[in-house]
């Protein structure tokens, strides 16, 4: 318990220091972000701001997971580090497309907006490769194996040929709904930091003591940026914190084998990604109807009125909730 406190000062010491040095030299390189005239137009003040974030976090998440590895922790924390970093990684690679090429417009139906970065095919094509990877290497791994947990009761069950595919549709399941989530100020950063509090009780009550320094340290970096990605953020994470904060909240349930508790503690990923899906199949079944004023569903919200705070702070409490059911549901997987 106290290696994860420590983990969590560490990650959140490293982002609330390094962070206000990390805005000016963005600005200077004109990473700010671009906002799509297809959206809400309450963003359109957001245009300029400091995106790509999350290398601040990442770098928390990373200096907190050498100190404990130095200490002599396992190589398991090792790789949950280098899962977060390779989804960061990722999101960066997406971000800094858009940054480069964000003077370069395209046509939308007749309405200009910025250039988005990776299409979403290859955007794909990179998660799922990755997220293969990932599957197999867990599924051979002698503390993580091809059995799940069932929520709200002692059960194990083992999918054995199954678990890869399972596990590679989680992994990018959670990144992208992560990803989806990162809409309004602090929303994914809340959320995620709420969602980890219970990976890391998860952690802690059966034993997997590296994750419990991950999560931490997680948890840590997300409570530093808050202080600047709060409503009206000085600085956005972009992809690059978002995917890196799916992976570590996928990967964690791997190595705890709490994979479908993500549908319990992270319902609001699912509600957010649900609302995308099923607004795009209701627009193509009825040929250009809407099922929401906007999806995600945090832009419904907003364009039905309410304040972006409350909706973020609903959210937030949403989550909470969430966590506390996750908690009961959750067995205890040794004596």
Request: proline share 4%; net charge positive; with cysteine.
């Amino acid at each position: 318990m106290i290696n994860s406190v420590l983990a969590a000062m560490i990650s959140f010491t490293v982002v609330l220091l390094v962070t206000p040095k990390f805005i000016p030299f963005l600005m200077r390189l004109k990473m700010g972000q671009t906002i799509r005239e297809l959206g809400p137009k309450t963003h359109y003040k957001k245009a300029g701001t400091p995106t790509m974030g999350g290398i601040v976090m990442m770098l928390g998440i990373l200096v907190s997971c050498i100190v404990f590895s130095i200490k002599g922790s396992d190589g398991d924390l090792v790789f949950a580090l280098f899962v977060c970093l390779v989804f960061g990684l990722t999101g960066f690679l997406d971000d800094y497309i858009k940054m480069v090429q964000k003077q370069r417009l395209k046509s939308d139906k007749g309405v200009l907006v910025p250039y988005l970065g990776m299409s979403p095919k290859q955007k794909l094509l990179l998660q799922f490769s990755i997220a293969g990877a990932i599957a197999v290497y867990a599924a051979y791994h002698p503390n993580i194996g091809t059995d799940i947990i069932i929520p709200f009761t002692n059960i194990t069950f083992d999918l054995n040929m199954f678990f890869i595919p399972f596990a590679v549709i989680t992994i990018v399941a959670v990144v992208n709904a992560a990803n989806l989530t990162d809409g309004l100020d602090g929303l994914v950063c809340g959320v995620t930091m709420i969602v980890l509090v219970f990976f890391l009780a998860a952690s802690l009550v059966n034993g997997f003591s590296s994750m419990a320094i991950f999560a931490s340290a997680v948890i840590g970096a997300c409570l530093g940026f808050l202080v600047y990605n709060s409503y009206p953020a000085s600085i956005f994470m972009g992809d690059t914190g978002s995917m890196a904060l799916g992976g570590a909240v996928a990967i964690i349930a791997l190595f705890t084998k709490t994979e479908l508790f993500i549908l319990i503690a992270g319902g609001i990923y699912f509600a957010e990604a649900l609302s995308s899906m099923l607004q795009v199949g209701y627009f193509k079944m009825t040929k250009g109807k809407r099922l929401f004023k906007m999806a995600p569903i945090h832009h419904h919200f907003e364009l039905c009125g309410m304040q972006e705070t409350k909706i973020v702070i609903g959210f937030w409490i949403v989550t909470c909730i969430l966590v506390l059911i996750s908690m009961l549901s959750l067995p205890i997987m040794i004596s």
